[in-house]
């Protein structure tokens, strides 16, 4: 019984040893050149699109990004903003971040962001994968505004998504012109940017008249504010160029 027992807590000691700490990076990806994106103790290397500072609204909660909204009162927190990297994206990436809601959150992550007066908000030009809660929508027809489709662009094949205030996982790959998401471990969109059915997706869009558009496939990631809490953290990313 006293060797069982032993055994057993060396078990548990060795599983706890290996879970990985949230807002850090494994052996693994430090080897492959991932770089976290949120530290869990402040907001450095983020700003407000078209700004300065990230205002109060965002916030540290216990080691995830806040956008902190008790209540919603219009289309954007009282002092937040949508936040955008301090850098930009150039050539093939990797993205990967955790996200929750409340009821009725509605927010996103925006790619391929530019940061010019010319576009007065972010939704302008940025390619946004939808990150809410899909009771927004319950009893609607089939659109692209629910978690993990790009809005207005292309629905998710799948709507595998954790109840409201459970963690969901979000995984972005661009690769040789190809972008998938995978969410909660199912790949949900896959795409060959370039092609003639993602060029007619992005010219009946929103965004038709955005860089994407025209193949401008630079640019900085965006975490939106739309007047709703949401949380984010393991925010990371892998690129092969910076500008």
Same mark, same amino acid.
Request: hydrophobic share 40%; glycine share 10%.
């Given at each position: 019984?006293?060797?069982?027992?032993?055994?057993?807590?060396?078990?548990?000691?060795?599983?706890?040893?290996?879970?990985?700490?949230?807002?850090?990076?494994?052996?693994?990806?430090k080897? *492959?050149?991932?770089?976290?994106?949120?530290?869990?103790?402040?907001?450095?290397?983020?700003?407000?699109? @078209?700004?300065?500072? $990230?205002?109060?609204?965002?916030?540290v909660? /216990?080691?995830?990004?806040?956008?902190?909204? $008790?209540?919603?009162?219009?289309?954007k927190?009282?002092?937040?903003?949508?936040?955008? #990297?301090? !850098?930009?994206?150039?050539?093939?990436?990797?993205?990967?971040?955790?996200?929750?809601?409340?009821k009725?959150?509605?927010?996103?992550?925006?790619?391929?962001?530019?940061?010019?007066?010319?576009? $007065?908000?972010?939704?302008?030009?940025?390619? *946004?994968?939808?990150?809410?809660?899909?009771?927004?929508?319950? =009893?609607?027809?089939?659109?692209?505004?629910?978690?993990?489709?790009?809005?207005?662009?292309?629905?998710?094949?799948?709507? *595998? %998504?954790?109840?409201?205030?459970?963690?969901?996982?979000?995984?972005?790959?661009f690769?040789?012109?190809?972008? #998938?998401?995978?969410?909660?471990?199912?790949?949900? /969109?896959?795409h060959?940017? =370039?092609?003639?059915?993602?060029?007619?997706?992005?010219?009946?869009?929103? %965004?038709? #008249?955005?860089?994407?558009?025209?193949?401008?496939?630079? @640019?900085? %990631?965006?975490?939106?504010?739309?007047?709703?809490?949401?949380? !984010?953290?393991? %925010?990371?990313?892998k690129?092969?160029?910076?500008?």
């Amino acid at each position: 019984m006293r060797i069982l027992l032993i055994g057993l807590l060396c078990l548990i000691s060795s599983k706890f040893a290996w879970a990985q700490a949230i807002n850090s990076l494994s052996v693994q990806e430090k080897t *492959e050149g991932w770089a976290l994106l949120f530290n869990g103790k402040d907001l450095k290397g983020w700003h407000v699109y @078209g700004a300065g500072l $990230p205002g109060k609204s965002w916030l540290v909660d /216990q080691g995830s990004l806040k956008l902190h909204v $008790p209540q919603r009162a219009g289309n954007k927190a009282p002092d937040g903003g949508d936040l955008v #990297t301090d !850098f930009s994206i150039k050539g093939d990436f990797e993205f990967k971040a955790d996200w929750k809601v409340e009821k009725y959150t509605n927010s996103g992550i925006f790619f391929f962001v530019k940061e010019e007066k010319k576009y $007065p908000h972010i939704y302008n030009t940025g390619l *946004e994968l939808q990150v809410l809660d899909d009771q927004i929508y319950e =009893g609607a027809k089939e659109n692209t505004h629910r978690a993990g489709d790009f809005f207005g662009v292309a629905n998710a094949r799948l709507r *595998e %998504i954790n109840p409201v205030g459970e963690w969901n996982s979000v995984h972005v790959i661009f690769k040789k012109g190809k972008l #998938t998401v995978i969410q909660n471990g199912f790949i949900v /969109q896959e795409h060959q940017v =370039g092609s003639a059915d993602w060029k007619q997706k992005i010219a009946n869009s929103k %965004i038709s #008249t955005a860089p994407i558009a025209q193949n401008d496939l630079s @640019g900085r %990631i965006g975490l939106q504010d739309w007047g709703s809490s949401v949380w !984010f953290r393991n %925010i990371k990313l892998k690129a092969t160029g910076y500008k």
